[in-house]
């Protein structure tokens, strides 16, 4: 099913722009049974999906920067939809701003930053989860490209230390061969045993 737009904004613009974005990709990759043209792929997203008046501008923009995947007869040649999409959600990234959000993005994840105190590691998870599906749909210009390895080093560190020496002391974890969603499940496990408390203080924030 697509997401409705419920015409939010700042946060609520972005992930719906996030949702819909990776809906549609997976509408055009992953179900070969349906046959649309990129024609009525755009038509569709612009009657059913914007109605953020935001949101709406920023796929003019889009069509509008990408106008050179028309062809003579005005129909669109074949991908224009995905790249349409993908634009239209780096100007919602940006809301109107001319940086380089996906630098910014990139950035932030290469630098190192903790998992906060109190939140849980399903939470964490998702919002680590969202962010790399972001920087796949962003343009960069500056930082290195995040590879899938390097994702689940940046995610690993990101916990307390003691739960860190935990799982490289636990007989039946094998970093290499799992999985973040692996990492997540272990990491939850040692908060629900033990959650942290507001006294706590963490030796690695």
């Not at 919602?92 to 959000?101: F, T």
């Not at 920087?135 to 916990?159: P, Q, T």
């Amino acid at each position: 099913m697509i997401p409705v737009d419920n015409s939010g904004a700042g946060d609520a613009c972005f992930n719906f722009a996030l949702e819909v974005t990776n809906a549609f990709n997976n509408i055009v990759t992953n179900n070969p049974q349906y046959v649309f043209t990129d024609d009525t792929l755009i038509t569709n997203y612009q009657t059913n999906v914007l109605k953020n008046a935001d949101y709406s501008t920023y796929w003019d923009y889009a069509i509008a920067d990408n106008n050179h995947l028309k062809n003579d007869d005005e129909t669109y040649q074949a991908g224009a939809f995905l790249k349409i999409c993908n634009s239209c959600f780096n100007y919602v990234a940006l809301s109107g701003r001319l940086i380089a959000v996906d630098d910014c993005l990139l950035h932030y994840i290469h630098s190192g930053k903790k998992k906060p105190h109190n939140m849980t590691p399903q939470s964490f998870y998702t919002h680590f989860q969202k962010a790399l599906c972001a920087v796949n749909l962003l343009d960069l210009c500056y930082e290195k490209e995040l590879y899938d390895a390097e994702a689940k080093i940046i995610f690993f560190d990101s916990f307390l230390k003691e739960h860190i020496v935990d799982y490289v002391h636990h007989s039946q974890c094998n970093f290499d061969n799992e999985t973040l969603h692996d990492l997540k499940n272990f990491f939850q496990g040692h908060y629900d045993t033990n959650p942290p408390k507001k006294t706590d203080c963490p030796s690695n924030h």
